[in-house]
């Protein structure tokens, strides 16, 4: 049964992929009833081939409500995804939108918000000020990339963020 279930899962993944509006409509569908935290990569990609509005807004809607086990370390996984890059401002914003625990991949979010963009940057911040408490040693480490970071942002906008950021991580461990 359970070997059944997965290829149909697997069959749902590839759908996903597919140009006919309808396969993919109706594989967001089954994920959406049946899916499990595998979901999540396989949906991210299908977001990042897609330009059809529809599609997107089927998969921001399930992946903002995604609440499965292991959905946080998928998140995770799909930030260090090259194919994926152009959707990773929907992979952190998934951390706040479904409410995860962000606060185990502190670092890897901070790091997030250095490499990305000014919009990625925003959304780490967002997430982490969401989150009840986060691991001070992550914070620390943290705030030394952040500071650096800064040092060499020659961007106005996403300099405001990770000044943004690094009040906040100060905060969390109560440094000025």
């Known amino acids: 049964m359970a070997g059944k ?20 409509l109706a594989a967001i569908a089954y ?17 990042a081939r897609t330009s059809d509005q529809h599609r997107q807004q089927k998969i921001h809607e399930l992946l903002y409500q995604v609440k499965v086990k292991d959905a946080a370390a998928e998140l995770v996984k799909a930030l260090d995804e090259p194919e994926l890059r152009g959707v990773r401002q929907t992979v952190i914003a998934t951390f706040w939108n479904a409410g995860l625990d962000a606060a185990p991949h502190t670092e890897k979010l901070v790091a997030s918000a ?11 911040l967002t997430v982490l000020e969401n989150q009840e408490e ?20 020659t961007d106005e906008y996403k300099g405001v963020m990770l000044g943004s950021l690094l009040v906040e991580l100060k905060a969390r461990v109560g440094k000025d």
């Open 31 to 47: 994920v959406q009833e049946r899916g499990d935290a595998r979901a999540i990569i396989p949906l991210l990609q299908a977001l």
């Open 134 to 153: 986060l691991p001070e040693k992550a914070v620390l480490q943290g705030i030394k990339l952040v500071n650096a970071a800064i040092a060499s942002n």
């Open 5 to 24: 279930k997965q290829d149909l899962l697997d069959h749902a993944f590839a759908a996903l992929l597919s140009d006919d509006d309808a396969k993919v």
């Open 114 to 124: 250095v490499e990305g963009t000014a919009e990625e940057c925003f959304e780490c």
